[in-house]
C-alpha cells in the first residue's frame, strides 16, 4: 500500500519537486538523482512510520538535504572531471532567470529546449515533467 500512494505522489507531484531542486541546485542530473535519493528514504521510512501529512512536502525536503549532501561529498573529492564538467556548461540564459518565476514552467522551457530534435522534446518532458516510464512513452 505504501508503495502505491508513494507512486501517486511521485506522478503528481514529482515534476513540481524535480523542478524545484533544479532550479535550486543549478542540475537536472543532482535534482533527478536528489529524487530519486528521497523516494529511496521513503519506501524505508514510510512503512514504519506512516506516510506523511504533506508527501510531496516531505519528499522535497529529504530530496533537498540529499542533494546537498552529495553535493558536499562531491566537493570535498575535488574531482577533476566535475571541475572541467562545470567549466565546460554553458552559461544559463539569463532571460530565463529574469522572465521565469515558476520552477515547473522553466523546467518545461528546458526541456523543450530548441537545441533538442522534437521527437527528444516530447519524450523530455513527457519523462521528466509527467513522470511518465519509458515504456509508456514508447507506447
Request: hydrophobic share 40%.
Amino acid at each position: 500500500m505504501i508503495g502505491d500512494d508513494l507512486s501517486e505522489t511521485i506522478r503528481r507531484e514529482g515534476g513540481r519537486v524535480l523542478a524545484t531542486l533544479a532550479r535550486q541546485f543549478g542540475s537536472i542530473d543532482v535534482a533527478e538523482e536528489a529524487v530519486q535519493d528521497a523516494v529511496v528514504r521513503a519506501l524505508e521510512k514510510w512503512p514504519e512510520a506512516g506516510i506523511p501529512p504533506n508527501p510531496a512536502g516531505w519528499l522535497t525536503t529529504t530530496a533537498k538535504n540529499a542533494a546537498r549532501d552529495r553535493l558536499r561529498r562531491s566537493s570535498k573529492r575535488g574531482s577533476k572531471e566535475e571541475q572541467a564538467a562545470t567549466m565546460l556548461m554553458p552559461p544559463r540564459a539569463v532571460h530565463t532567470e529574469s522572465v521565469v518565476h515558476d520552477d515547473l514552467l522553466r523546467l518545461i522551457f528546458t526541456c523543450c529546449h530548441p537545441a533538442l530534435n522534437q521527437d527528444a522534446q516530447v519524450a523530455l518532458a513527457l519523462r521528466t515533467i509527467c513522470g511518465l516510464t519509458t515504456a509508456e512513452i514508447a507506447a
